[in-house]
């Protein structure tokens, strides 16, 4: 069965510490990427995707991550991190060839000390 | 613009009580898509709507759950006989053709609890 891995379920930085939260995914065929975050009190929002090219990808707010094909992973990172990025934040993978339903990781859970 | 809405925001049910719920999705996005969020089990795939077809049902978890969407636009989830592990946050998205490729945009959610 298709499924999301994220290795981190919470973590805690100070501000202006490097993040780079964990995605692993397992399927076979070709498949398009997310990364989704949720603040407190708001909604689910799109950070950044991967469909093809660059396989460094470039979000809002300063994310970033990259697909690496050979290890199924797409990690999300960040070289500064602010208290305002505390915050849900969600892996996720869509198979190209569906009806882009979207699989979940579990979510890690970003604490940004001021 | 308006984004996804969604109601009520919060219901409270007796154990084998129905329910509906209900997604208003940006207007001119032709696909719908409903997820439950819950401690034990993350976020998950419901169904997936283009127009008024539901061309995925998978994840719905069992005959109880039935959705339907008219007018290519409001859609509404029922769960009939509910039971207290229905309690969740039901998410409903939007997002323009073809699926897959375009942002689905999130609503708020409908917080279930089964008593």
């Known amino acids: 069965a298709q499924s999301v891995s994220q290795h981190n379920h919470h973590v805690i930085l100070s501000e202006a510490a490097s993040l780079e939260l964990g995605c692993n995914y397992s399927y076979g065929g070709t498949v398009n990427l997310f990364w989704y975050v949720q603040y407190p009190g708001q909604h689910l929002q799109l950070l950044l995707k991967y469909f093809s090219g660059d396989p460094l990808v470039k979000g809002i707010k300063g994310f970033e991550a990259e697909f690496i094909k050979s290890k199924f992973s797409f990690n999300l990172r960040k070289p500064s991190v602010q208290w305002s990025d505390t915050a849900e934040y969600f892996c996720?993978?869509?198979?190209?060839?569906?009806?882009?339903?979207?699989?979940f990781g579990q979510g890690t859970t970003l604490q940004v000390k001021p | 613009g308006a984004g996804v809405s969604q109601s009520p925001s919060n219901k409270v049910t007796e154990k084998g009580k129905d329910v509906e719920l209900r997604c208003d999705p940006i207007s001119g996005h032709t696909a719908l898509y409903w997820y439950r969020q819950s401690l034990g089990q993350g976020l998950e795939f419901l169904i997936y709507f283009q127009g008024n077809s539901a061309p995925d049902k998978s994840g719905l978890p069992s005959d109880r759950f039935s959705a339907e969407r008219t007018g290519g636009s409001v859609s509404t989830l029922t769960i009939q006989r509910t039971q207290q592990e229905d309690s969740a946050v039901y998410l409903c998205?939007?997002?323009?053709?073809?699926?897959?490729?375009?942002?689905?945009?999130f609503g708020p959610g409908t917080r279930l609890t089964v008593l």
């Open positions: 996720a993978v869509s198979p190209s060839s569906n009806t882009g339903k979207l699989i």
């Open positions: 998205a939007s997002s323009l053709l073809p699926p897959g490729v375009n942002e689905q945009f």
